[in-house]
């Protein structure tokens, strides 16, 4: 069964602070991982990484995906009140399928 | 990216009412998805909406509770009807982008609670 494991759960940190969120999955035939940022409602995109060891990088917020170890970390620096939100690490259902199976989400609290 | 906005964008209901949620997308998509958001959870895959066919249900999920219309590529439809208060959740439909797999926007969402 596809599964896709967020940690930590939740993290509250100070503005200014570097913080590292984790994604670990299990899936039959990779083909991508994809960062929301979910504040409100709705999940924005944030990246769709598809190959090892190629760091995405958009402002201060960066992704990488190690398809050996099989997961993928979102690092945020310099953090805003405005980066308070929940992290959504997601990946296309295997067997070809468009699905996409959701981690838990991290809720990020950024503190003044 | 494509352009995504639902109606209404929060509902509260009766139970054993029917609430249409409304999904339209400023481009044509190959793929619309239906997701529920239940409160403290992450999203759950409802359905596949098939343009010009039935949709695609997820285990758990059923067409008698959650009809869905897909009659053109910009647009669907999600139906939760004989609402109880354990179907108060956000609602979300996305859309992936021809030529952009695996892509997947979400609009921002309905907020439905069922008294």
């Known amino acids: 069964e596809d599964k896709v494991v967020q940690s930590p759960l939740s993290l509250v940190v100070h503005e200014g602070d570097t913080v590292t969120l984790n994604c670990s999955y299990e899936v039959t035939n990779f083909r991508s991982l994809l960062w929301y940022k979910q504040e409100k409602k709705a999940p924005t995109f944030l990246f769709m990484l598809t190959s090892s060891g190629i760091e995405k990088k958009s402002g201060r917020l960066s992704s990488i995906l190690d398809k050996k170890e099989l997961f993928s970390i979102l690092n945020i620096t310099a953090t805003q009140t405005g980066d308070s939100a929940i992290y959504l690490c997601a990946l296309p259902k295997g067997g070809g399928s468009e699905k996409l199976v959701f981690g838990k989400g991290t809720k990020l609290t950024v503190n003044p | 990216s494509a352009v995504i906005s639902q109606k209404p964008s929060r509902d509260i209901c009766q139970r054993g009412t029917s609430l249409t949620i409304q999904c339209q997308v400023d481009?044509?998509?190959?793929?619309m998805f239906w997701y529920r958001q239940q409160p403290g959870q992450s999203l759950t895959l409802i359905a596949t909406?098939?343009?010009?066919?039935?949709?695609?249900?997820e285990s758990g999920f059923v067409i008698d509770k959650f009809p869905i219309s897909r009659p053109n590529l910009t647009f669907s439809t999600l139906t939760v009807s004989n609402m109880s208060p354990e179907d108060s959740s956000i609602y979300l439909c996305?859309?992936?982008?021809?030529?952009?797999?695996?892509?997947?926007?979400f609009g921002p969402g309905t907020r439905l609670l069922v008294l």
């Open positions: 996305s859309a992936e982008k021809q030529g952009l797999q695996e892509t997947q926007y």
């Open positions: 909406a098939n343009q010009g066919s039935e949709a695609t249900y």
């Open positions: 481009s044509q998509v190959t793929m």
